[in-house]
């Protein structure tokens, strides 16, 4: 643990599951010698005052963006915008801004469109989460071996990036450095997608007349249980996520229903050669994440079981 913290002071708004992790990750590796926190709601100000895992809770964003060196907004991204007009005459020259959203370019119009120039503005997206939510939901291992895409603006200056390079790297995290657009159609395929399919599936069950709800929670199996456990993520923030990258996750799932197409022409032809090579092909993406360190092969993906009582 370095003995000098590398932010004086870090502002965290919004305490959900990824602000509650930076703040208890922060804390643990003493990366700011003070952490303010605010939210919007009441409840959840008072509920991070009773965790006692910031310094300070205060009841306005320009509140706790004053003498910040880091300030990082861990909100919906169709919060980012108004906030960042909110704050911005509050912020000390020199902090860096950044945020945590998922998607990037869109938060980079809105958010700069507002920020002085005397603040490093750097986007940020942690690829870590879970489908819960809430201040008590953070936990500070999150970031452990996930990957931050850190996306600034052209001529941002070096130091600030290295800066927060620094502060992710310390919290756990593989950083990765990239444009805006093309993360967002990174994102757009291995997280955005995946999330709309797991809402789409979910709620298909939800409305068959033929196979009644009890049964549907019953019988599930492991591939439907991980359909629901995405599709349990904060609603509030999916809806901003494919309201704002639209042109990606449209492009992909254009993609996407092509392929589906050619899967359906395949089972209708009982052309199972297709489709093992298909399965194959899909199979090998798995193993190359778990080869990689981004989940587990180990059974049930890794998930502590309860044991049942003697």
Not at 24 to 41: F, H, K, P
Not at 48 to 62: F, K
Not at 182 to 193: E, R
Not at 251 to 273: H, P, Q, V, W, Y
């Amino acid at each position: 643990m370095s003995t000098e913290p590398l932010f004086k002071r870090l502002a965290l708004i919004g305490f959900g599951l990824i602000g509650g992790s930076i703040a208890r990750a922060a804390r643990a590796q003493g990366l700011a010698g003070e952490i303010v926190a605010t939210a919007r709601s009441p409840a959840t100000r008072a509920r991070v005052q009773e965790l006692g895992i910031v310094d300070r809770v205060v009841a306005t964003n320009a509140e706790a963006v004053k003498d910040a060196d880091l300030v990082i907004l861990s909100i919906p991204v169709g919060a980012c915008g108004p906030v960042a007009e909110e704050i911005a005459q509050h912020l000390k020259p020199g902090a860096i801004v950044s945020d945590v959203g998922s998607v990037k370019g869109m938060v980079l119009r809105d958010m700069a469109a507002h920020l002085p120039k005397t603040v490093h503005f750097i986007p940020a997206h942690p690829v870590a989460g879970t489908e819960h939510s809430g201040p008590d939901s953070g936990f500070a291992e999150l970031f452990i071996n996930r990957w931050c895409i850190l996306t600034p603006p052209e001529g941002t200056n070096p130091a600030a990036v290295e800066t927060l390079r620094a502060f992710w790297a310390a919290l756990g995290a593989k950083v990765e450095i990239m444009t805006p657009d093309h993360h967002d159609l990174v994102l757009a395929i291995t997280s955005h997608l995946p999330h709309l399919i797991a809402y789409t599936i979910v709620g298909t069950a939800d409305e068959l007349e033929e196979v009644t709800s009890s049964e549907v929670i019953k019988f599930s199996a492991g591939g439907f249980r991980d359909f629901t456990r995405i599709a349990a993520s904060d609603p509030t923030m999916w809806r901003d996520v494919f309201l704002n990258n639209k042109e990606a996750v449209l492009e992909m799932l254009g993609t996407f229903n092509e392929d589906l197409s050619k899967l359906t022409r395949a089972i209708r032809r009982n052309d199972g050669e297709a489709l093992f090579e298909h399965f194959t092909r899909t199979r090998a993406i798995r193993r190359g994440i778990v080869e990689i360190g981004q989940d587990s092969a180990a059974a049930d993906f890794g998930r502590p079981v309860a044991k049942k009582a003697e």
